[in-house]
């Protein structure tokens, strides 16, 4: 009898202690497990993993501001290692690679406007090293065809472009008052100028 009375003792305690631990597995934070992982790419500066872990991190709970944030500098610092990837490659003469390099680092920062500078010098620079001297062939989007990179036809829509037009510049020397001045300067050109 004693015997049945432990192990029913034992069986109940065993399962007061599992119910007790279930609450505790359902508390944890939605997209801790990236998180932790995007955490221990960033501390070895593998900012493309660290990135891909926080994104998948920031898709299971978006409300989370330091996910958000880490996210954000993972992806901004991965960017900067494929810049310098990409100016190595270009160093090298290697436009493609640099091209490609410079295109995964728009990927990931799309407010990098000097990735996209840097794209189109590539291709300028591998037209001119294939001889081509920036003539295109009728495609916009610079992407590779048949191997090779082709510029954008952006350089011949600014060749089509007629020339600025020059404006008549007039100096003008006045010695009174300034804010009268500017007020009727501001009303030929119909501006509102506030003193």
Same mark, same amino acid.
């Given at each position: *009898?004693?015997?049945?009375?432990e192990t029913r003792i034992l069986v109940s305690l065993l399962l007061t202690f599992s119910l007790l631990l279930l609450p505790a597995t359902a508390l944890a934070r939605k997209g801790d497990k990236n998180f932790k992982a995007g955490m221990q790419y960033e501390a070895a500066q593998q900012w493309e993993k660290a990135a891909q872990e926080f994104t998948l991190a920031v898709a299971a709970d978006p409300s989370n !501001? #330091?996910? @958000?944030?880490?996210?954000?500098?993972?992806?901004? %610092?991965?960017?900067?290692?494929? *810049? @310098? $990837?990409?100016?190595?490659l270009? #160093? @090298?003469?290697?436009?493609?690679?640099?091209?490609?390099?410079?295109? $995964?680092?728009?990927?990931?920062?799309?407010?990098? #406007?000097?990735?996209?500078? +840097?794209? #189109?010098?590539? !291709?300028?620079? @591998?037209?001119?090293? +294939?001889? %081509?001297n920036g003539n295109t062939n009728g495609t916009r989007t610079g992407e590779i065809q048949d191997g090779t990179l082709t510029p954008t036809s952006a350089q011949a829509e600014e060749a089509a472009l007629p020339p600025p037009h020059t404006e008549q510049l007039r100096v003008i020397s006045y010695s009174g008052d300034l804010k009268a001045f500017v007020r009727s300067l501001a009303e030929q050109l119909n501006l509102n100028v506030v003193f």
């Open positions: *009898m004693r015997i049945k009375t !501001l #330091e996910y @958000q944030l880490h996210f954000r500098r993972a992806s901004f %610092n991965a960017s900067q290692s494929y *810049m @310098q $990837q990409g100016r190595a270009a #160093e @090298q003469r290697d436009f493609v690679g640099a091209y490609n390099a410079f295109r $995964q680092a728009y990927g990931y920062d799309p407010v990098n #406007e000097l990735a996209v500078s +840097e794209m #189109e010098r590539m !291709l300028r620079l @591998q037209g001119v090293k +294939e001889g %081509n």
